[in-house]
């Protein structure tokens, strides 16, 4: 690679490590082109983009970005996962589920936030549920007491209707 590609590698590498929160790194050894763009398509669904990188050129990247945990995952052939404002859950799945269906990719780590995640805290990550069912989860917490409120103020003028119904009813009997 000549020099100018290089640094210029190195440049966006720079850009991506400052803009994403979260990196996730996979050794992707064995996967074919077609798996490696098949991965790539799921995870550009969910706001990441999926890079095979030299690791000579991302520990430069990384020490000019100021990501040096980094470097400590950089061991072997390595992609990289860069979670921008994706959903990193669904990012953490698709590589955990990709490894477990192909049994090929391997999950190496990655950074959350700064902080360094080993293989099986990214494996964790996968198993939290999706932020849409957080969402959910978290909207269903709030409406239920509310649901009950209005049961608990309608069941007098429930009560009150039945009560003047079973009266009419009586009242056209004994008319009858």
Known sequence: MLRRSKERVVR????????????????YRGLSMSEIDDVRTKLLAHGARFSVVKNTLTRRAAEEAGVKELVGLLDGPTAIAFVQE???????????????DTKILT????????QTMTAEQVRDLASLPSIEVVKGQTLGVIVAPLYAFVGLVGAPVRELVGVIDARRR???QQEG
Request: proline share 0%.
């Open 107 to 114: 999950i190496k780590g990655g950074i959350l936030q700064g």
């Open 12 to 27: 966006d590498l720079v850009e991506r490590l400052r803009s994403s929160e979260t990196l996730i790194l996979a050794d």
């Open 170 to 172: 009586q009242l056209e």
């Open 86 to 100: 994706g959903d990193m859950v669904a990012v953490a799945k698709t590589l955990s589920d990709t490894a477990r």
